[in-house]
């Protein structure tokens, strides 16, 4: 079956510190990946995606994600996590199977960042 | 304003009441999904318009729930004789045109704050 999870319910990290979160997918194929954040009280926010070629994906706010199929994963990492990234992540897939296709959402980590 | 707008922020209603929930979408955005995010969970789908026409239902937990998007633009998702099970927050994201074309652009979902219903 088709899904995505996210392991990490709860992560606290050290402001100044490294963070990865862990997305892992159940497909037969490359699937379309996201990362979105959401802040309290607000909508969610795209930071990155991927749809083929280089593993290693760019976002915005300082992220990163890279996509390994050996693994089915695609983990969203941050060199030195800010105080302001406090917030719930959120990992998305499309499992494209021609025509339309929805977005499937992990049930999301949420960071506390501790001074 | 730019960005998805929803209303209201916040409903509170008595289980058994009507309720409805708005989406202005950006403008000029063909595709507008409806999505449901229980306390701890990560948003469930309800339901796509593409345009007026819904394209996708499959996600509306029961007959109580029913959504529409008669010009093509605002959209309106209504449940019926709300339950305590249907408190959540109800997200609605727009995307210019879902899934067609270059891909980069195609797959880009923005999303409103949300509407917390609230059933007593």
């Known amino acids: 079956a088709q899904s995505v999870t996210q392991p990490d319910i709860h992560i606290t990290v050290s402001e100044g510190a490294s963070l990865e979160l862990r997305c892992n997918y159940s497909?037969?194929?490359?699937?379309?990946l996201f990362w979105y954040v959401q802040s309290p009280g607000q909508g969610l926010q795209l930071l990155l995606k991927?749809?083929?070629?280089?593993?290693l994906v760019q976002g915005i706010k300082g992220f990163e994600a890279e996509f390994k199929r050996s693994q089915s994963s695609f983990n969203l990492r941050k060199p030195s996590v800010h105080w302001s990234d406090a917030a719930e992540y959120f990992c998305?897939?499309?499992?494209?199977?021609?025509?339309?296709?929805?977005?499937?959402f992990g049930t999301g980590t949420k960071l506390q960042v501790i001074p | 304003g730019a960005g998805v707008s929803q209303s209201p922020r916040y409903k509170v209603a008595k289980r058994g009441q009507d309720v409805a929930l708005r989406c202005d979408p950006i403008?000029?955005?063909?595709?507008l999904f409806w999505y449901q995010q229980a306390l701890g969970q990560g948003p469930e789908f309800l339901t796509y318009?593409?345009?007026?026409?819904?394209l996708d239902k499959s996600g509306l937990p029961s007959d109580r729930f029913f959504a529409e998007r008669p010009e093509g633009s605002v959209s309106t998702l209504k449940i019926q004789r709300t339950q305590q099970e249907d408190s959540a927050v109800y997200l609605c994201?727009?995307?210019?045109?879902w899934g067609t074309g270059d891909d980069r652009i195609s797959y880009e979902q923005y999303f409103g704050p949300g509407t917390r219903l609230t059933v007593t």
């Open positions: 994201a727009s995307s210019s045109m």
């Open positions: 497909y037969g194929a490359t699937p379309y």
């Open positions: 991927y749809f083929s070629g280089d593993t």
């Open positions: 998305a897939v499309v499992f494209p199977s021609g025509g339309y296709q929805k977005v499937t």
């Open positions: 403008s000029g955005h063909v595709s």
């Open positions: 318009f593409q345009n007026e026409a819904q």
